[in-house]
Every structure is written in structure tokens, then in C-alpha cells.
């Protein structure tokens, strides 16, 4: 045999299942699959300054634990009922983690937490928890991270995004040009927002890109570009946090320079709060200041937020606290309530 020259670093290879046996297995309910139609009518009505609404993305850093995010949901649901005239909130339900370096890469990838990688599962359980969130009534927004998972449950989300790590990766624009629902461009780890701005432009256009069918199949797709992408403020670390009057203002203007709706979201937590969940209510009071005097261009913000707050390290399914991240840590549902309260106070007083 000649010098193998291929696969010299792929140990295993095993089959996975297709997007259309899964949504076969667990099928969207045509009540639901109306919601959700609405639900991104909502978002997008919004962000284009069409609905007075703040759009409040809120919830876990990543799901780890379906039962503890359906708890979660449903409280959330309870305590934004009274808000819902001045806020429309999105449940955050993250299966797909970028790391820094490396570590559990969420629940699809590790769905067991225990490094067996089922990633079958962790596709089923996605898709299952997308459905039990979308029953309760809740929107959902999650990232898109792996280029062909949205196959598989793209269906079930009324919000995406594409992370700080991956805003300048031509797939990911490429993909968010094909998605259905609207898209949110974080601003780079470093702080630059130029090249979220850049990532709109590119996924506004057609690509054909390479991906996977609905039946597994490799195949090139033609998107019609997605008119619906937006930009959210992370803060960076070359350029600090980035939720200030003066951020909000040049972010803006920037969007306006490019043609662009000057609407933007705010992301309270990551390089904006330093990852200290406790910071996300400073960004909280900050924001409001700025809706009351009259920044229209804030129209979303992203909360990170789980029953009970800080985070945990990584441990065996049962020796975890119930309802506490593994991965970011978040505020509490009970010190978010408060934080819902506020924004909505200030919508109202505002608009
Ligand atoms: O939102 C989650 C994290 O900020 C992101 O996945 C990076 O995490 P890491 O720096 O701990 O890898
Ligand atoms: C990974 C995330 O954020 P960022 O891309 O801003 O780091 C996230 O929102 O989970």
C-alpha cells in the first residue's frame, strides 16, 4: 500500500443521525411553529424600531440541565407577564459553546457532561428542549456555532447568533445569510464592532455555501441573504466594555454610516460585565439612563441569568447544584426580576 497521506488524525468516525429523521422523531406542532412565525415577526419589528418593546434575551449561559431550563422558563415566564406592554422576553437557551481554549463545548457536543460525546443525543435533546420551551409559550435565541446543527433545529429558534469568537468567519456569515429568523453579530473578543458591522453587510448578500440537507446529504445552497442581522455590544479586552452612552452613540453612527438601522443590542454580561454576574445590573442602570434620555437606537438586551446565580465547576451529573451555570456565571432569576423591572419602568417612561 502506498503512504496513506489521509484521515492521519481522525481515531473514529461514527454515524450521525439526519435532520429530517430527528424533526421525523420530535415534529414541530403547527400551533408552535405559528408562535415561533410571530415570535420572530416580534423580534424583528423591534429591532427595526416598528415595536416600542425592549427585546430582553434572557437565561443561562448554556443549557446543561433540561429540566432545571424548563423550571427556569417557566418562572421567567410568570414574573415578565405584567411587563410583557414594555418588554418582549426571549428565553436564552445555548446549546453550542465557543470556548477560549477548550472545555465542555454544551450539550449537544457532551450532552452527558462526562466526555462521550453522544452528539446524536445531544441533537435529540436539543431539539426536545427547543419544543418544550416553545409549548410553554417562550421565544428562544441560541447561538450558532457548528455549521450544520442548525439543520436540525434552526426551526425551533426565534433569535440567533454568532458569537464574539466566530463574527468574522465567512462560514458563519454565509450562514447567517440562510437563516430564517433574525441574526445578532456580537462585537469581536478585542472590543473591534467593525467587524460585527461587517458581518451584517456580508450575511445581508446571497452565498452558496456548502452544508447538509434536511436528508443528510452534502449539498451546495443558494441563501437569499437575511435582511434581519444586528449588532450586539459585548464589551472587548483591548477596548473594555462597551455598553456607555458614548459606545451606544458611536456604534450607531457607525451602523448609520454603512446604511445600516441604527438598532443595536446590548450584552450586559460577558466583556460588559467582566464576567462578574453582579456587573450586569450596573449595565442594567446604565442602559436605563440612556432610554430615558431618549437613545433609541438601544432596542435589545441580553441578560445572562440561571435559578440560582455565580457558577460551578464541572462535575458528574449528579454532584452538580441544581440550577447553577457550568460555564459563565449568572445573575439569579430572583436579583434578574428586579433588573426586568427597571428596563421595563424605563421603556415605559421613555416611549
Ligand atoms: O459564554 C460563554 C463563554 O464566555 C464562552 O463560551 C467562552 O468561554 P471560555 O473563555 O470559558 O472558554
Ligand atoms: C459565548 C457567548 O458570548 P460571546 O460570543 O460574546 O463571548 C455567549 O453569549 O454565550
Given amino acids: ?190 472590543g473591534q464592532v467593525d467587524v460585527a458591522i461587517d458581518a451584517i453587510r456580508s450575511a445581508s448578500h446571497s452565498h452558496w455555501f456548502p452544508s447538509l440537507t434536511k436528508e443528510g446529504t452534502p449539498a451546495v445552497l443558494q441563501s437569499s441573504g437575511n435582511p434581519h442581522c444586528y449588532l450586539i455590544l459585548r464589551g472587548g479586552k483591548d477596548s473594555g466594555p462597551n455598553y456607555h452612552p458614548q459606545a451606544v452613540q458611536s456604534a450607531a453612527q457607525a451602523l448609520a454610516e454603512q446604511g445600516l438601522t441604527a438598532s443595536l443590542i446590548v450584552d450586559c454580561s460577558h466583556g460588559n460585565s467582566g464576567k462578574k454576574p453582579e456587573q450586569q445590573a450596573q449595565v442594567v442602570a446604565n442602559l436605563c439612563d440612556q432610554i430615558d434620555q431618549g437613545q433609541t437606537a438601544l432596542r435589545g438586551v441580553m441578560l445572562e441569568s440561571h435559578l440560582v446565580g455565580g457558577s460551578q465547576a464541572m462535575a458528574p451529573r449528579d454532584a452538580l447544584n441544581y440550577g447553577q451555570s457550568i460555564t459563565d456565571a449568572c445573575l439569579s432569576l430572583s436579583d434578574t426580576h428586579p433588573l426586568l423591572e427597571t428596563l421595563a419602568a424605563s421603556v415605559r417612561r421613555a416611549r
Avoid at 481522525?10 to 415534529?27: F, N
Avoid at 453522544?118 to 410553554?136: F, P, Q, S, T
Avoid at 454565509?174 to 469581536?188: D, Q, T, Y
Wanted: proline share 6%.
Fill in 1 to 190: 500500500m502506498s503512504q496513506r497521506t489521509d484521515d492521519l488524525r481522525i481515531s473514529r468516525a461514527q454515524p450521525l443521525i439526519t435532520p429530517w429523521i430527528l424533526q421525523e422523531e420530535l415534529p414541530l406542532a403547527d400551533t408552535q411553529a405559528e408562535d415561533i412565525a410571530t415570535a420572530r415577526r416580534n423580534i424583528e419589528a423591534i429591532l427595526a424600531g416598528d415595536d416600542p418593546r425592549l427585546l430582553v434575551i434572557v437565561g443561562p449561559c448554556s443549557v446543561h440541565d433540561p429540566d432545571a431550563l424548563l423550571d427556569y422558563a417557566r418562572q421567567l415566564k410568570a414574573l415578565c407577564e405584567p411587563l410583557q406592554d414594555a418588554i418582549y422576553p426571549v428565553l436564552r437557551v445555548y446549546f453550542e459553546k465557543p470556548r477560549t481554549v477548550i472545555g465542555w463545548k454544551g450539550l449537544i457536543n457532551d450532552p452527558e457532561l462526562d466526555n462521550s460525546f453522544r452528539i446524536n443525543r445531544g441533537l435529540h435533546l436539543a431539539r426536545k428542549v427547543l419544543l418544550d420551551v416553545a409549548e410553554l409559550g417562550l421565544p428562544a435565541a441560541s447561538e450558532f456555532l457548528d455549521n450544520t446543527f442548525g439543520q436540525y433545529y434552526a426551526d425551533l429558534v426565534s433569535f440567533g447568533a454568532i458569537g464574539a469568537r466566530t463574527v468574522e468567519s465567512q462560514i458563519h456569515r454565509e450562514l447567517a445569510s440562510g437563516l430564517s429568523m433574525p441574526v445578532g453579530f456580537k462585537n469581536a473578543t478585542n
